[in-house]
């Protein structure tokens, strides 16, 4: 094994502790739980814990990024979650698309509470919704969609939600707001590498080389056709990653002096192509 491949991704900051503290805190005062994930890598991209932490809260799955996912794959997940008594939307939360069947879901799946809630005589008391999701999955692009208004602060880079926040959302729904999980350590390397080919891991934290090596790695073995499609290239099938990495920096013009190939310039490009969704439709994971 070479060494970029030895190299494993690693990463709790200080603040992920204190979020597993305030999502245990903050549960009692929730009637459910959605979870927003990545539809390119829906397993990978949820956090292992967070069954064991909500315990019998009922729970809705988001399968956000819908629109770079492949629809049949897509499709799977949604039967795999319902299947094991979960409920999923595939959905596209910057667009909005999908997000029209989240709340009557939400009322559907809580119409229990709701009765209960009646015959008390608490009619139109509002049901709480925690959103929970590793860093950027999406949360904060959810919730703006929802409110209808950008209030809650979105970037394309994890960790910038950090602090509980209240959103009403209409239809007697308010969310909560939590900052991104994310567990102490990635115990299989794949896992870690697929949160990093999507951004859920700050870039600062492996090499882009490294990374863009692993990529196309995982490409070549399962979608070479986007490889030559996008790069129109041809016979780099039995080459080794680093070279294939070389031929896409040559084949996009990204040489420095001396005619040798930016391979750092061409690993970030690569990995900015495959994250905004123009190596085409691909999801790196299916149900077990």
């Given at each position: 094994?070479s060494d970029?491949?030895?190299?494993?991704?690693?990463?709790?900051?200080?603040?992920?502790?204190?979020?597993?503290?305030?999502?245990?805190?903050?549960?009692?005062?929730?009637?459910?739980?959605?979870?927003?994930?990545?539809?390119?890598?829906?397993?990978?991209?949820?956090?292992?814990?967070?069954?064991?932490?909500?315990?019998n809260?009922?729970?809705?799955?988001?399968?956000?990024?819908?629109?770079?996912?492949?629809?049949?794959?897509?499709?799977?997940?949604?039967?795999?979650?319902?299947?094991?008594?979960?409920?999923?939307?595939?959905?596209?939360?910057?667009?909005?698309?999908?997000?029209?069947?989240?709340?009557?879901?939400?009322?559907?799946?809580?119409?229990?509470?709701?009765?209960?809630?009646?015959?008390?005589?608490?009619?139109?008391?509002?049901?709480?919704?925690m959103?929970?999701?590793?860093?950027?999955?999406?949360?904060?692009?959810?919730?703006?969609?929802?409110?209808?208004?950008?209030?809650?602060?979105?970037?394309?880079?994890?960790?910038?939600?950090?602090?509980?926040?209240?959103?009403?959302?209409?239809?007697?729904?308010?969310?909560?707001?939590?900052?991104?999980?994310?567990?102490?350590?990635?115990d299989?390397?794949?896992?870690?590498?697929?949160?990093?080919?999507?951004?859920?891991?700050?870039?600062?934290?492996?090499?882009?080389?490294?990374?863009?090596?692993?990529?196309?790695?995982?490409?070549?073995?399962?979608?070479?056709?986007?490889?030559?499609?996008?790069?129109?290239?041809t016979?780099?099938?039995?080459?080794?990653?680093?070279?294939?990495?070389e031929?896409?920096?040559?084949?996009?013009?990204?040489?420095?002096?001396?005619?040798?190939?930016?391979?750092?310039?061409?690993?970030?490009?690569?990995?900015?192509?495959?994250?905004?969704?123009?190596?085409?439709?691909?999801?790196?994971?299916?149900?077990?």
């Amino acid at each position: 094994m070479s060494d970029y491949q030895k190299q494993t991704v690693q990463w709790f900051p200080g603040h992920m502790a204190k979020t597993r503290r305030l999502i245990k805190e903050s549960l009692p005062f929730v009637d459910l739980v959605t979870e927003i994930v990545d539809a390119r890598i829906p397993m990978s991209s949820s956090n292992p814990e967070l069954k064991e932490m909500i315990g019998n809260k009922p729970r809705i799955i988001l399968l956000n990024k819908c629109d770079v996912a492949d629809e049949k794959a897509t499709a799977k997940w949604v039967e795999y979650y319902k299947s094991n008594g979960m409920y999923a939307i595939p959905v596209d939360c910057r667009s909005g698309k999908g997000l029209n069947a989240y709340l009557p879901l939400v009322r559907d799946v809580l119409k229990d509470k709701i009765q209960r809630n009646t015959e008390k005589g608490m009619v139109g008391k509002p049901l709480r919704v925690m959103v929970v999701g590793i860093p950027n999955t999406g949360k904060s692009s959810f919730i703006n969609k929802m409110a209808g208004r950008n209030r809650a602060k979105v970037a394309d880079k994890p960790g910038v939600t950090r602090s509980n926040s209240w959103f009403a959302v209409g239809n007697g729904v308010e969310l909560l707001d939590t900052p991104g999980v994310l567990w102490p350590k990635f115990d299989d390397k794949a896992v870690g590498d697929k949160l990093a080919f999507i951004g859920s891991v700050k870039d600062e934290i492996l090499d882009s080389e490294v990374l863009a090596m692993r990529l196309i790695n995982v490409l070549k073995n399962g979608y070479c056709d986007r490889i030559s499609e996008r790069f129109k290239l041809t016979g780099f099938e039995d080459k080794e990653d680093y070279e294939i990495l070389e031929m896409i920096g040559r084949k996009r013009g990204m040489l420095i002096s001396g005619g040798e190939i930016d391979t750092e310039r061409a690993s970030i490009m690569l990995l900015d192509e495959y994250r905004g969704g123009k190596l085409g439709r691909l999801t790196l994971e299916l149900p077990e």
